[in-house]
């Protein structure tokens, strides 16, 4: 393995000082560039892109050719893992992810299989060592996986949902049932994580988008005790390397001090928490990644630069930010605008 030559994203996530603050983008691959979307036309489909290692690799590469990036991620989606246990993903255009066979009855759940990664995605193993030799040790990889109750409740939805009725149901309804779920989804993001972490993922981030709809108590039970045990059962060392581990909770900011305590190096913020305020909480135990508003991107220059700076002064002097968007990009952003984004961040984080 090559020396890698930007490690500043590492060092950042395991609170070591450098020189400055390092930044990448929630979906920075993806359909605000032009070169992706033409990929896809000419693909078809998402799917298509996800299960081509090559085409997967190439989009992942994309960001890093046009913005000063310090981490490249993963090209594939949280959804594989469900699709890999059978519940048939596919995606129509406009209307997100869909799966042709939802969980419907405790039956259903009692006949998924815990995946074995290297056998049922092995595409996505094969994505992951093609874009990190194609890296050359330029910046990390990042891996990443969905949060069981995040994955369990596109998997009982069928599809993208405002409220998760269905799943809440069953939450409040049959919770032994969803627990069953939940303990074979931690299983599947284990071996899937430690498989990624094998073909050359050198950070991974956990991303929990619906563990922000709980409420207090079921947050504790339904997602954070299921990441938690992820994260103890994840190699922690590869190639004489500690592999960073971000949990990212959307709408957690309530909950800043138990997902710090899950063993993860680094919380990701929405834009709803302060990031002084949160450091104050819990940066002595965990570095802090975010927290722009990607909706500033649709601002200009000017607007951007002054996010930026305040941002930047908002966490303060010393190690362990790495700033990155409050959530994906969107794809209605012009590119011009996330290099003036990149370029500040660069620029002040120096001071
Ligand atoms: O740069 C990257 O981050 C690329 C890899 C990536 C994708 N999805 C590609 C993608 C990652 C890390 C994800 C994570 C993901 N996928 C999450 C968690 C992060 C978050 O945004 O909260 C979730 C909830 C999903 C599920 C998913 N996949 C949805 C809801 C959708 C449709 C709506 C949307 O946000 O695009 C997808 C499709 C998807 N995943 C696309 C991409 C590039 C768009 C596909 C297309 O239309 O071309």
């Not at 929405?270 to 601002?299: F, I, K, Y």
């Not at 002064?313 to 930010?321: D, M, V």
Request: one cysteine or more.
């Amino acid at each position: 393995m090559s020396a890698l030559k930007n490690d500043c994203l590492l060092k950042s996530l395991l609170k070591e000082p450098t020189s400055r603050t390092p930044v990448w983008m929630m979906r920075q691959a993806g359909r605000h560039l032009p070169e992706y979307r033409k990929l896809r036309r000419q693909a078809g489909d998402f799917m298509s892109l996800c299960r081509d290692p090559e085409l997967a690799c190439e989009i992942a590469m994309q960001p890093l050719l046009r913005y000063k990036l310090d981490g490249a991620i993963l090209f594939s989606d949280i959804l594989t893992v469900p699709d890999a246990m059978g519940l048939g993903l596919y995606f129509v255009e406009g209307e997100g992810p869909k799966f042709r066979k939802p969980l419907r009855t405790e039956r259903d759940v009692e006949s998924l299989s815990v995946i074995n990664s290297k056998v049922d995605l092995t595409y996505v193993l094969e994505a992951v060592s093609l874009t990190r030799k194609e890296l050359d040790g330029s910046v990390p990889l990042i891996g990443f996986a969905g949060s069981p109750w995040t994955l369990a409740a596109y998997m009982i939805e069928g599809k993208s949902s405002r409220d998760f009725a269905r799943t809440k149901t069953w939450l409040y309804q049959h919770p032994e049932i969803l627990h069953q779920l939940l303990q074979k989804l931690t299983l599947s993001v284990v071996d899937y994580l430690n498989a990624q972490i094998c073909s050359g993922a050198q950070v991974i981030q956990i991303f929990d988008t619906w563990g922000g709809i709980l409420s207090d108590f079921a947050y504790e039970e339904f997602s954070l005790a299921y990441t938690r045990e992820i994260i103890t059962n994840l190699i922690s060392r590869h190639n004489d390397r500690e592999v960073p581990i971000v949990l990212f909770t959307k709408s957690g900011g309530n909950w800043l001090e138990k997902i710090a305590s899950s063993g993860c190096n680094a919380i990701g913020l929405d834009w709803t928490v302060s990031l002084r305020e949160a450091r104050r909480r819990v940066g002595a135990a965990v570095a802090l990644q975010g927290n722009m508003d990607p909706a500033v991107l649709r601002s200009n220059p000017e607007s951007i630069e002054l996010e930026v700076q305040r941002i930047l002064h908002s966490y303060g002097s010393g190690s362990g930010h790495v700033f990155n968007l409050g959530h994906g990009i969107t794809p209605d952003i012009d590119p011009r605008n996330v290099a003036v984004f990149v370029e500040a961040v660069h620029r002040y984080s120096r001071d």
